[in-house]
């Protein structure tokens, strides 16, 4: 008889090589009736050497299908098939593997999805992605539509400090304890594919996560161009790995828009490469001196009445500068009844939007409340969108709804008549 020993290692354990088994062991023949029992006992070990090679096999099988899924997972609507032809299915039993939608914002975003949030700058990115957080960790209902309750994982890349100061003041308006809620940050930037395993680890710690914010995809880009659609592609891939965390999470991207944006056609840098590898692109956009979150592009499921949220500006007690002044920031807060007026906007309303930007960010210097108005009217010319604002600007001093205060323009506290009239002699800055 002869046994070749087995080329097996403890380093072998974590490979994604499969333990090779030495020949089986040769048995004696059959003829000795005095060997019985010892040939009882060379058949076990062989079949328990085949055994331990099967399975070790499929082990090894099973690694590489788990880091394939972990950094490549495709789109919820792009899945790649299999090698093994599936058969052909009656009717009923195709009906019958239907999964209903997981939902983690009814209606819109469900769990496991990758989803977009593409916007210019200012339009309210942050604040409404926070909204939605808080939303989640209180398990409270955000613009009318139930929330799910559960943990957060907050990626706070472009500006951490920022993120800080919004949450002391939403923890403030909203009175809540930020100790005692169920979401954590992780401030600054760092290679995502690099540290999925790490990432994957903690969240198991944490005992899983509901939803992921990335704030922003430009701050985690790790190519060169952030404008190639391939490497922005790889990029969309990247972060769908956030996806097969624990828990199966939602995952909320903010995305700054492509170059040159069209209002009507809002799509995250990387473009159509980008749009291909995520389940769903929802944008902001200003409507009324509300930011309005719909879709454009694509969204997986059934479509949805728009979201409105009031973008208020907003302190707490923990927010003050180095010589003890109140520092202000901004907070979304969901509307869940409010709807834009139908029909023509009457002229006192034409106006309300360049006043609600003075009520949301405070005293501003003429520059920056215009850059600001142009802002909410992307797609415009820009010289009609000044000349239109310098207008309103008049007629906002004019009724004693705006005054100045050295070279800033201010909101004044006062119910002055708001028919438009423009008074004689007011002071304006031109």
């Given at each position: 008889m002869?046994?070749?020993?087995?080329?097996f290692d403890d380093d072998d354990?974590?490979?994604?090589t499969p333990y090779r088994p030495g020949p089986l062991i040769v048995c004696p023949e059959d003829?000795?009736?005095?060997?019985?029992?010892?040939?009882d006992v060379l058949r076990a070990a062989n079949t328990a050497r085949a055994e331990a090679a099967d399975l070790s096999a499929k082990a090894a099988r099973d690694r590489r299908h788990t880091k394939t899924n972990w950094m490549f997972p495709p789109s919820n609507d792009n899945r790649r098939?299999?090698?093994v032809y599936p058969g052909i299915v009656s009717s009923a039993d195709f009906v019958d593997g239907f999964v209903p939608p997981d939902y983690h914002l009814d209606g819109i975003a469900q769990a496991g999805f990758l989803y977009a949030l593409t916007a210019g700058t200012g339009t309210g990115k942050t604040a409404v992605l926070l909204a939605l957080t808080a939303a989640t960790a209180l398990g409270a209902p955000l613009c009318g539509r139930d929330v799910r309750k559960g943990r957060v994982?907050?990626?706070a890349g472009e500006n951490p400090d920022d993120v800080r100061m919004r949450w002391l003041a939403m923890a403030h308006r909203l009175s809540f304890d930020p100790a005692e809620m169920d979401?954590?940050?992780i401030a600054g930037t760092f290679s995502i594919p690099a540290a999925t395993a790490r990432i994957g680890l903690d969240v198991e710690r944490l005992g899983g996560a509901d939803m992921i914010v990335v704030d922003t995809s430009a701050a985690y880009f790790q190519g060169e161009d952030e404008n190639a659609n391939t490497s922005l592609g790889k990029h969309a891939r990247d972060l769908r790995a956030l996806t097969?965390?624990?828990?199966k999470p939602a995952v909320f991207v903010a995305c700054h828009p492509t170059k040159s944006p069209d209002p009507a056609n809002l799509q995250p840098r990387g473009g159509g490469a980008f749009i291909a590898e995520i389940d769903g692109n929802l944008v902001l956009s200003k409507e009324n001196g509300m930011a309005k979150l719909h879709w454009q592009v694509k969204h997986r499921g059934a479509d949805f009445a728009p979201l409105f949220f009031a973008l208020e500006s907003v302190t707490a007690p923990p927010l003050v500068d180095s010589k003890g002044r109140s520092v202000p920031t901004v907070m979304a807060i969901g509307m869940a009844d409010w709807k834009p007026a139908e029909g023509k906007i009457a002229k006192a309303e034409a106006w309300e939007a360049a006043l609600t930007i003075l009520r949301q960010q405070g005293p501003m210097l003429e520059s920056d409340w215009c850059?600001?108005?142009?802002a909410e009217h992307l797609g415009e010319r820009a010289d009609s969108v000044e000349r239109r604002f310098r207008r309103y600007r008049a007629k906002l001093v004019g009724v004693g709804k705006v005054g100045l205060d050295g070279a800033l323009f201010k909101v004044l506290d006062t119910d002055a008549d708001a028919s438009g009239h423009v008074q004689d002699n007011v002071q304006t800055q031109t």
């Open positions: 002869t046994e070749t020993a087995p080329d354990r974590n490979s994604d003829g000795d009736p005095a060997l019985a029992p010892f040939l098939g299999g090698s994982v907050y990626f979401v954590h940050f097969e965390l624990p828990g850059d600001a108005y142009r």
